[in-house]
């Protein structure tokens, strides 16, 4: 395998990106050293009023509540992790150690001999990542500064300070991703706001310290480290957001990485590629398109760059982020690993909600509105009882009072790699009566489990009509890189009909899905020449009994029950069945599934119990 992902990784590049990554890759010989001198270098620490904060006198009562409780936690080192997982990582926390296993990785190893993918006792690198992105600490740093209680502010200055002390430029895990870096660079543009706003001399003295510490080598160092190629999805977003942020805050940084408004034409460009003309992200991650989206605006809004075609295509990204998420049980399509920019949310269990509800003016989203003022102009809540089609994006949604349908005919993803895609090609996802009933199945993880992650990815984890002697493509070659892309699937609407269909390995399949007030019905045309498989996977909470021939019931607490009946030219079988789900980055859970196998065509009808 280790062979084939080398293979399949130069088939990935261009002849011109092969021989930038040579001459990269020699160039880093003496990084360690270079880093080493910027570090050290004296430099002008000036900076300016970006991000300008709002004040106290405007804050909401349950935020400043809600940050003094965060605080308390945190500064005892008890984290939620991913924004659900209890965990303790220290006060100050280990920054090497991977909460969720207890696996301690070598901090003084140079980072370039370092495997982030493959690490000892299957440590992964992202639940390590996590602790480092010093989210946490702006947190600590808005609750001191919107309550006035600075003794928390104190205590993330003093871990800042532990993490400069124990994380050597160049060396450890810590230096191997400058994705990480910038996101690094972009909590502590907020940090060093924060800071100032206290009008504490003692505050603003170590802070000085901290910057001079900080700033530049992040800085320099994610601008020579950051993405190219087929590598440049949204880590190179994220590493051009940081530092326009970064150099709009301390222009200094000017003569290592150059003026903002040069890197944020960059930045415009990576936009226009990597979000379609009708909003979708090329990815193909849902969690991944609102990570990217808030690190534009973030940058935007430095540099007040908000305009044109750019403000457009972000605006027409939100819309489409209003469209496709369904708040508050949402469930992802694609890779999801619950990343956060900066934690502007009122809890970060509620973001995806929050954010969504910010875009549509809603109270939900007060929270962010005061954090970041007014959302783009113009979003509107989807018209009820009517397909909205995304055609680039291959997403189609439906909503009206009972019924939302989130339907699947999407490429693999972004480029040759389509390093977050899944195989879900042609899947329907459904809520009823907001709450979610069939779901995506979800990421599981990224290095720490790739088996698990691999199944959760697979065709058989989605509900699109799969051959019962399954699929061999695509394949993955490794946690970032998809081999032999199937083909982009047809998607039209039809008299109120959502037609997909797709071809792939010498055989057609289609799915027409049709929504009313009262039932949705999906029918599947797999051809007779051999059985297929569908798996209708049910979310969390959800109990499913059979009926009667071809019919079965779905209870759950919450919700009043759902009728589901199949009826097929040929059903050789169906079964109740256990299946995996990951409703967040690094959790599992066991929900029902009916696994139906059939020839020719099957129709599946939900309907709401009378």
Request: proline residues 5%.
């Amino acid at each position: 395998m280790k062979a084939a992902w080398y293979a399949q990784r130069l088939r990935a590049m261009s002849v011109g990106e092969i021989v930038r990554r040579v001459i990269e890759r020699c160039a880093r010989m003496g990084e360690a050293t270079k880093l080493k001198k910027v570090a050290t270098k004296s430099w002008d620490g000036t900076f300016t009023d970006y991000p300008q904060l709002p004040w106290r006198k405007q804050v909401p009562a349950d935020l400043r509540k809600q940050l003094a409780a965060d605080a308390e936690k945190l500064v005892r080192g008890e984290w939620a992790l991913f924004g659900w997982k209890a965990v303790e990582v220290g006060a100050p926390p280990c920054w090497h150690r991977d909460p969720t296993l207890g696996v301690v990785i070598d901090p003084g190893t140079p980072a370039e001999k370092l495997d982030h993918r493959h690490l000892e006792m299957s440590a992964d690198a992202r639940a390590i990542w996590e602790v480092n992105r010093w989210a946490e600490m702006t947190r600590m740093a808005m609750h001191s500064a919107l309550n006035g209680d600075v003794r928390a502010i104190r205590v993330a200055q003093l871990w800042l300070e532990d993490w400069c002390d124990r994380n050597t430029p160049g060396y450890g895990i810590n230096w191997t991703s400058p994705l990480e870096a910038a996101l690094r660079l972009m909590n502590f543009c907020w940090f060093d706001a924060l800071v100032r706003g206290c009008d504490d001399p003692d505050l603003a003295r170590r802070q000085d310290e901290l910057t001079a510490r900080i700033v530049p080598v992040h800085a320099w160092w994610v601008w020579r480290r950051r993405s190219f190629g087929s590598s440049a999805n949204n880590h190179l977003i994220g590493e051009l957001c940081a530092l326009v942020m970064a150099v709009t805050r301390w222009p200094a940084l000017e003569k290592s990485v150059g003026p903002a408004q040069r890197v944020w034409k960059l930045l415009e460009r990576e936009m226009m590629q990597q979000f379609h003309a009708d909003g979708g992200n090329k990815e193909q991650a849902l969690h991944y398109h609102l990570f990217a989206w808030e690190m534009c605006w973030h940058a935007g809004a430095a540099v007040d760059g908000l305009k044109g075609e750019v403000l457009e295509r972000l605006t027409q990204a939100a819309q489409y982020f209003v469209d496709v998420v369904e708040a508050p049980e949402g469930w992802d399509f694609g890779d999801s690993d619950d990343a956060q920019v900066l934690p502007l949310a009122l809890k970060r269990s509620h973001a995806v909600a929050e954010f969504r509800g910010w875009m549509l003016g809603r109270a939900e989203g007060a929270t962010l509105r005061f954090w970041l003022g007014d959302p783009p102009k113009g979003l509107k809540a989807a018209m009820r009882g009517q397909w909205r089609v995304y055609p680039e994006s291959g997403q189609a949604l439906w909503r009206d009072a009972r019924w939302t349908v989130r339907a699947d005919g999407s490429p693999l993803g972004l480029g040759s790699m389509a390093a977050h895609g899944h195989l879900d090609a042609l899947h329907v996802s459904l809520w009823f009566e907001q709450q979610a009933l069939v779901i995506d199945p979800g990421t599981g993880a990224y290095y720490g489990n790739p088996a698990l992650r691999t199944r959760l990815a697979a065709w058989d984890a989605h509900n699109g009509p799969v051959p019962a002697s399954g699929l061999t493509t695509p394949l993955r070659l490794g946690a970032f890189l998809w081999s032999a892309h199937h083909r982009v699937p047809a998607m039209e609407i039809n008299n109120d009909i959502c037609l997909m269909s797709l071809e792939r390995e010498k055989t057609r399949v289609q799915r027409a899905v049709h929504a009313a007030s009262d039932r949705v019905e999906i029918c599947d045309d797999a051809g007779h020449d051999a059985p297929h498989v569908v798996t209708w996977q049910l979310a969390p909470g959800w109990r499913v009994e059979k009926e009667r021939k071809n019919g079965f019931l779905c209870r759950h607490a919450d919700c009043i029950p759902v009728h589901g009946i199949l009826n097929g030219d040929h059903i050789e079988n169906w079964e109740i069945v256990e299946r995996e789900a990951s409703p967040h980055f690094r959790e599992l859970v066991t929900t029902q599934a009916v696994k139906v196998t059939f020839k020719g065509t099957l129709t599946t009808i939900w309907r709401k119990s009378d």
